[in-house]
C-alpha cells in the first residue's frame, strides 16, 4: 500500500478511527473484529489476544470464529455479533437482526459497527491479496503490551 502513499494515509485513518476514537467499548470493538475477521490468520493472530485481554472469554472467541453467537453474551454483545455475522455473509441483514441492534444502540455506535467491520473487511482483503506476512511473536507481545498500556490510560 506504500505505493500509493495518499491512498494509504487515507485507509490508515479510516482503521485509526475504528480502534481509537468510535463510541464502541473495547470489548464491544474487538467482538465486531474478530467476527469480522473469522477465518482470517491475521485477524486472529491480532485481535484474539486483544479480545481476551478486553474481556471476552476463549469461550466466546471460539464461538465467534466459528461463526456463532455465544449463549453466554450479553443482549447487546448478542444484537453485534449477530449483526456482523449477517453484514459479513454476503447477503442482507435482516429486519429483525437491524430491529435487534437498534434496541441497545444508538444511531451513531449502530453507523461506528457497520463502519469498524467495513474496515476490517477492507484490511482483511488487502492482507490476503498482497500476501502481508504475519509478524513474528516478539512483535505481537510488543503491540499487546502498548495496547494494554493505552487502555490503561483511558
Not at 28 to 47: D, M, N, W
Not at 90 to 109: C, H, I, N, Y
Amino acid at each position: 500500500m506504500g505505493h500509493a502513499p495518499e491512498a494509504l494515509r487515507r485507509f490508515a485513518s479510516v482503521g485509526d478511527y475504528a480502534r481509537y476514537h468510535s463510541h464502541l467499548s473495547e470489548r464491544l470493538r474487538e467482538i465486531v473484529i474478530i467476527t469480522t475477521g473469522r477465518q482470517r490468520p491475521y485477524a486472529e493472530r491480532h485481535h484474539v489476544p486483544l479480545g481476551l485481554q478486553a474481556g471476552l472469554t476463549r469461550a466466546e472467541i471460539d464461538s465467534l470464529l466459528a461463526g456463532m453467537v455465544p449463549p453466554t453474551f450479553s443482549a447487546t454483545d448478542a444484537a453485534v455479533a449477530r449483526y456482523v455475522l449477517e453484514f459479513t455473509s454476503g447477503k442482507p441483514v435482516t429486519d429483525v437482526t437491524f430491529q435487534a441492534l437498534r434496541a441497545v444502540m444508538s444511531p451513531r455506535e449502530i453507523t461506528d459497527v457497520t463502519l469498524t467491520s467495513v474496515y476490517y473487511v477492507a484490511l482483511a482483503m488487502v492482507i490476503a491479496t498482497l500476501g502481508v506476512e504475519l509478524e513474528n511473536e516478539e512483535c505481537l507481545q510488543l503491540e499487546l503490551n502498548w495496547q494494554r498500556k493505552k487502555n490503561l490510560r483511558k
